[in-house]
T-cell receptor
Framework: QKEVEQNSGPLSVPEGAIASLNCTYS??????FFWYRQYSGKSPELIMS????GDKEDGRFTAQLNKASQYVSLLIRDSQPSDSATYLC????????????FGGGTRVLVKP | GAVVSQHPSRVICKSGTSVKIECRSL??????MFWYRQFPKQSLMLMAT?????????EQGVEKDKFLINHASLTLSTLTVTSAHPEDSSFYIC?????????????FGPGTRLTVL
């Protein structure tokens, strides 16, 4: 069974600090990796997608992928109170019909 | 771009009634739409995958006769919860995957909160 694991948190960070979120996945055939942010009572919104090993930066967000270690991470620089949300890691394998497998999410709390 | 809408956003119904939820891709054609359910403090659980013009593929444990899915066009999919019961109360979210330019990325609708009394 394909699994995506995340620390449920909460991850508490002071405003302005870097929040570091981790995600591991079990299926080596996974090809695409996504980070979604979900505010309480709302649906997920896409933050980043990453497909190849290394780092990908978009504004204050950096995604890191290491396929050999089956590990993907998300860094949030200069964390703001508005970043307080649950962050969902999602992994996709085209051979499995393009379905996304979601982790349980990491709750982040940014304290002013 | 890549906007997905859902209607209604919230619905309260009596036990035994049927509820239809619409999912629309507003600015792109969706080759595939997905329906998820999310219970409080839990992650998203995929219910079914819907391709335009063909029957939906349901995940294990999801009753296809209870959760009817129709994907009649490249911009519209509907989920009908038939004979709803209180245990069906949940947050139902659709997502859509686009054609060219947005392939491989799912964009989520705002969700529909269903409460069955």
């Amino acid at each position: 069974q394909k699994e995506v694991e995340q620390n449920s948190g909460p991850l508490s960070v002071p405003e302005g600090a870097i929040a570091s979120l981790n995600c591991t996945y079990s299926d080596r055939g996974s090809q695409s990796f996504f980070w979604y942010r979900q505010y309480s009572g709302k649906s997920p919104e896409l933050i980043m997608s990453i497909y190849s090993n290394g780092d990908k930066e978009d504004g204050r967000f950096t995604a890191q992928l290491n396929k050999a270690s089956q590990y993907v991470s998300l860094l949030i620089r200069d964390s703001q109170p508005s970043d307080s949300a649950t962050y969902l890691c999602a992994v996709r394998d085209k051979a499995a019909g393009n379905k996304l497998t979601f982790g349980g999410g990491t709750r982040v709390l940014v304290k002013p | 771009g890549a906007v997905v809408s859902q209607h209604p956003s919230r619905v309260i119904c009596k036990s035994g009634t049927s509820v239809k939820i619409e999912c629309r891709s507003l600015d792109f054609q969706a080759t595939t739409m997905f329906w998820y359910r999310q219970f409080p403090k839990q992650s998203l659980m995929l219910m079914a995958t819907s391709n335009e013009g063909s029957k939906a593929t349901y995940e294990q444990g999801v009753e296809k006769d209870k959760f009817l899915i129709n994907h009649a066009s490249l911009t519209l999919s509907t989920l009908t919860v038939t004979s709803a019961h209180p245990e069906d109360s949940s947050f139902y979210i659709c997502s859509a995957e686009g054609v060219a330019g947005q392939e491989d990325t799912q964009y989520f609708g705002p969700g529909t909160r269903l409460t069955v009394l």
